[in-house]
């Protein structure tokens, strides 16, 4: 299934309002997850209270024990400070990596809007290394834009 063709999925999720937040945020993890064959981690942080780091949110994939991520600490805490997408084609060339597990070679994470403040973000891990596309950026910023409308 292709990236264009998930957009209807994720919608749907979406715009199921009988269902907790968290649940459809799940919900589109595991989409994420099944249908991407090299999105082999898939979750949430949003911004800890007002506090200057992120929370782990609904994630699908293996445990982490990256549950809190002080700003500017690993690709997630860069994201939080520089409110852009950032996209590691190969994991071990970053000095500023978190490791979550000795298979991932790739990560993209994209932040969520609400109201103009960056509120939390999409992080994605591969096991492959140097997968991600423009492709896969725009449609993370659906997705990111789609979750911004009910948080």
């Not at 140097?130 to 409308?149: G, H, I, Q, Y």
């Amino acid at each position: 299934m292709t990236l264009q063709e998930l957009k209807p999925f994720v919608t749907l999720i979406i715009e199921q309002p009988e269902k907790p937040v968290n649940e459809r945020l799940l919900e589109i993890c595991a989409l994420l997850e099944e249908k991407i064959p090299y999105y082999n981690w898939v979750g949430f942080y949003f911004k800890n209270g007002e506090k200057n780091e992120l929370k782990l949110g609904p994630y699908v994939g293996a445990p982490t024990d990256h549950t809190i991520i002080p700003f500017g600490k690993g690709i997630c805490g860069q994201v939080a400070i520089s409110n852009q997408n950032f996209v590691v084609p190969d994991v071990s060339a970053q000095d500023n990596y978190i490791a979550c597990s000795i298979t991932v070679k790739s990560e993209i994470v994209v932040p969520i809007f609400v109201q103009n403040e960056n509120i939390g973000q999409i992080d994605i891990d591969s096991n492959t290394i140097d997968p991600f596309t423009d492709m896969d950026e725009r449609f993370l910023e659906f997705v990111c834009k789609k979750v911004a409308s009910i948080l």
